[in-house]
């Protein structure tokens, strides 16, 4: 009997082995040992062609030339406010998702949410340039309206960068959110009202505490994939948009100085884990639950 | 006469085409416990929500305290109200539950940590002030959201069965604490249930509602035997339902005959003529069960039967009985001597009733409608 029950567990642990064997070589050979490879290189430096000697020459030449530092600091900030006002825009969205509409209507807004991103970002991101660049359809809308006298250029702005990328993450931000809010239960709100409270002191005591873990999960999302957006910062920034990883992208490709380029990559991801601990640490959540609640 | 602290009139709810609440007026004295009591679907829950000031009435007034609620929301009105799954706070402690209220009337925190201590002990939790809400079993808990709601002593506190997500058990022991805390405090309690053995144990005013009109208010004892429509004969207690034409009309008595051919002396309630269809509704602790014929006492109709099913329940048990003529089926309570603890399925038995408490009502005149 004990014979018999061993080798079923064993053979339990084996069927695990084997559902979880893609999934460990897929982190094994597409991301640690990239990783890996990636940490040499940053940790070296060329001496002569074909010789390399271990130098902390990329890090240093990171924190001695202002344009890099400071580059990565406004690509972080930029960051932090693209998140920010995704959270702002995407709450009232799936507040009314969950909350006001009913049923199908409930359905159907969820979906119109969804149907941007069955189009591939490029165009997504190219769309926006129609709009908005100067012989494109906003200026001219602004010219008729005699708002502005000739078009004016609404590309190559941090504000435009921002508009793109709010638009880019709604989504990783509404999905989370509603499936917080959703199971929010609506007589909390009424009891809550019963009380005397108002809808300001409901929002802050009652919803807001119930949806953290959702806006914890949604903003951790949103702000990785903002801090390694490559494309919308690109198109709708211009050459002067100056996001970081533009500058990995220069160092990889067009300077050919993987060292440099490995030694940048390993700085974004350095920051984004911080950024998201501390991130954590303000809302009081861990990890491992936020993405349990996603 | 002090005003009353609910006064609901002419109220009128519809949703699309279906009436909820018609044209409804009451009132309920201060400090009284008043049920409504109904089926669901009834409109008894539109009602408390129009009272608490979740829904708005198409047409007509409610008045709490005097004061006309029209246009007050609920977080301005002097009610408070317990939800069916009670709603209680659960990103909160159970003091800060019991103290939010009193933090969005701006009472400063240290009073309110004291007044919602002050109110827990009442309630019979002392010391439960720091502990999580999930801690707590479902009589504690229940007890949390009655005490968040008195601690704002409002005029009126509603209750939305808030007993029937509880385990037999629990929901027996809770309508004894509900009774003893509306008594300690004396603040007007308005409960709705579908389940008349709470409203019957709690109130002292009751309300049968059915289709969105009160079919009888009165006391418990009023509604159990001497109810005035069918449905609230129906509804309230056990009772044995008895269809049939009235033969012959004297005075109040009525003679009627079921399809089946048995024949039921009753007493009238409201008009019945001679030919009418009626329906006759005798309790089943009104009716006296013997094995012989000659023990029944003699002055009152006999009739015949078998032992079709024993339904053993304690003190609450009865015998279905087969009528011997037309077969109906019959339901006696059996008294609590035990003396018919042998009864066995099948065995011949005699029963009667006084034919006063047979109340015989008019099908289509008392109903009205339906």
Known sequence: ?294 | MSTPDLAVDHVVKRFAEHVAVESLSFSVERGSFFSILGPSGCGKTTLLRMIAGFTVPDSGDILIGGRSMRDVPPNRRPVNMVFQHLALFPMMSVGENVAFGLARRGVARTERTKRAQAMLERVGLAGAAGKRVDELSGGQRQRVAIARSLVLEPTLLLLDEPLGALDLKLREHMKIELKQLQAAFGTTFVYITHDQSEALVLSDHVAVMNRGRFEQVGTPQTLYYDPQTPFVAGFVGANNRIAGRAESVAGDRVELVTASGWRVASRARGRVSAGDPVTAFVRPEAAVLERAEAALPADQPRHRGKIASLLFDGANSAVLISEQSSQSEFRVALPQTGRFSDLKVGEPVAFTFDPMRAICFADVASSGHG
């Open chain 1, 1 to 294: 009997m004990a014979e018999r029950q061993s080798s079923s567990s064993w053979r339990a642990r084996a069927v695990l082995v084997l559902l979880l064997g893609p999934a460990l070589l897929w982190l094994l050979a597409l991301i640690i040992l990239p990783h890996v490879d990636l940490a040499f290189l940053s940790l070296r430096e060329r001496t002569a062609p074909h010789e390399y000697a271990a130098s902390l020459t990329q890090y240093r030449t990171f924190f001695t030339e202002p344009l890099y530092w400071h580059v990565f600091v406004r690509t972080a900030a930029l960051s932090a406010i693209a998140t920010a006002l995704t959270l702002l825009v995407a709450f009232p969205m799936a507040w009314v998702i969950t909350k006001v509409a009913r049923g199908r209507s409930s359905s159907l807004l969820f979906v119109l949410c969804l149907i941007p991103f069955w189009v591939s970002e490029t165009v997504r991101s190219l769309g926006w340039l129609i709009l908005l660049r100067e012989s494109g359809v906003l200026p001219a809308l602004l010219v008729k309206l005699g708002i502005t006298a000739a078009p004016v250029e609404l590309l190559y702005h941090d504000a435009t960068i921002l508009v793109g990328l709010v638009y880019t993450s709604l989504l990783f931000m509404v999905v989370p959110l509603v499936s917080s809010l959703d199971s929010l239960d609506n007589s909390l709100i009424e009891a809550a009202y019963d009380l005397g409270a108002n809808g300001p002191s409901i929002l802050r005591r009652i919803v807001i505490p119930h949806a953290v873990p959702g806006i914890t999960a949604g903003c951790i999302v949103v702000f990785m994939l903002t801090l390694g957006n490559y494309l919308t910062p690109t198109l709708l920034g211009g050459k002067n948009s100056q996001w970081f990883t533009e500058l990995i992208y220069t160092q990889f490709i067009v300077r050919f100085n993987w060292e440099q380029g490995a030694a940048f990559g390993f700085l974004l991801l350095g920051l984004s884990t911080a950024m998201v601990a501390l991130g954590l640490r303000l809302s009081g959540q861990r990890f491992v639950d936020v993405m349990r609640r996603t």
